[in-house]
């Protein structure tokens, strides 16, 4: 890193003054991209002017509902910062590609990040729960809520209550099962859209059908309206197809993730049509 100078301006005037006035100054102020640009030699200012302690650290409100996020209120602090549940979300207007096509609401469109709960989902996995009320057990869909109007509520679990252990039913079909995630890029942990299936085929005829979506939900979705319609149904690209759009059919995209009703029916129709192939394999052998 090459040498550079240091100042700690008395006020934002003083602040501008420096910068303005000296062309390789440049402010300072959390620095993470900075800092490490510096290290790179891909920026080389030769004098940092450091304003944190120059920015407001206020969050506060303004007429007609908006709020004032001072530019110096660190991460944390806006993180921790007390909110009105169900007072809105801003994301709807905001940058939603990644966000949620089924199960939102006007308050919340978030999705769920996990990828193992997905696949728990589509083998009904159970969850058991210790709490002031004493053991119970519940089904791995029941654990996860939608957020309607309390979107600071994203399970059903209370104050107290301690999940101790799931619980994963004999394997039978889920031998014919995959997962598929599909992510803008390999390198990103997030995905765009995560299916997990799992396909029970007897000459032909689905007999049973397992189907979770994830990232498209604010919990893991259940596929349910496809796996019903796919019982007794003939194991084709065409009622895999229906199945799919009839789940997506009730979907509220919003203008920038409308692109997710038709990745997600592509990955289901083709995952059960992969699964329908190995299954009949797998018979004739």
């Given amino acids: 890193m090459r040498p550079f100078g240091y100042l700690v301006p008395p006020d934002p005037a003083a602040a501008?003054?420096?910068?303005?006035?000296?062309p390789g100054a440049t402010f300072l102020a959390g620095g993470t991209n900075l800092v490490d640009l510096m290290k790179l030699g891909v920026a080389t200012p030769d004098l940092l002017v450091d304003v944190t302690g120059l920015l407001p650290h206020r969050i506060e409100p303004v007429p007609g509902g908006g709020l004032r996020i001072g530019a110096g209120v660190r991460n944390s602090d806006l993180a921790a910062d007390q909110r009105v549940p169900g007072s809105g979300c801003p994301a709807r207007a905001g940058d939603h590609?990644?966000?949620?096509?089924?199960?939102g609401s006007p308050h919340c469109v978030a999705t769920?990040?996990?990828?193992?709960?997905?696949?728990?989902?589509?083998?009904?996995?159970?969850?058991?729960?210790?709490?002031?009320?004493?053991?119970?057990?519940?089904?791995?869909?029941e654990l996860y809520r939608l957020p309607g109007d309390r979107p600071d509520r994203e399970t059903t679990l209370?104050?107290?209550?301690?999940?101790?252990?799931?619980?994963?039913?004999?394997?039978?079909?889920?031998?014919?099962s995959a997962y598929r995630k599909v992510r803008d890029r390999a390198s990103y942990a997030f995905g765009v859209a995560l299916v997990a299936a799992a396909l029970d085929v007897d000459s032909g005829v689905v007999r049973d059908a397992r189907i979770a979506l994830g990232a498209v939900a604010p919990r893991p979705?259940?596929?349910?309206?496809?796996?019903?319609?796919?019982?007794?149904?003939?194991a084709t690209a065409e009622w895999f197809?229906?199945?799919?759009?009839?789940?997506?059919?009730?979907?509220?995209?919003l203008p920038d993730n409308a692109f997710k009703i038709t990745l997600v029916r592509n990955i289901v129709v083709r995952m059960l049509c992969e699964l329908a192939r190995g299954e009949l394999?797998?018979?004739?052998?």
């Fill in 97 to 103: 590609r990644n966000l949620a096509i089924l199960g």
């Fill in 158 to 176: 209370e104050r107290g209550d301690l999940i101790t252990a799931v619980e994963l039913p004999a394997p039978g079909f889920a031998a014919r």
């Fill in 112 to 141: 769920h990040p996990s990828d193992m709960a997905v696949a728990l989902a589509a083998l009904d996995a159970v969850v058991h729960v210790e709490g002031p009320a004493g053991s119970r057990a519940l089904p791995l869909g």
């Fill in 241 to 253: 197809g229906r199945a799919a759009d009839a789940e997506l059919a009730d979907a509220a995209p």
């Fill in 281 to 285: 394999a797998g018979a004739a052998s």
């Fill in 16 to 22: 501008i003054a420096a910068v303005t006035g000296r």
């Fill in 221 to 234: 979705w259940r596929a349910r309206t496809a796996e019903r319609m796919l019982a007794g149904r003939p």
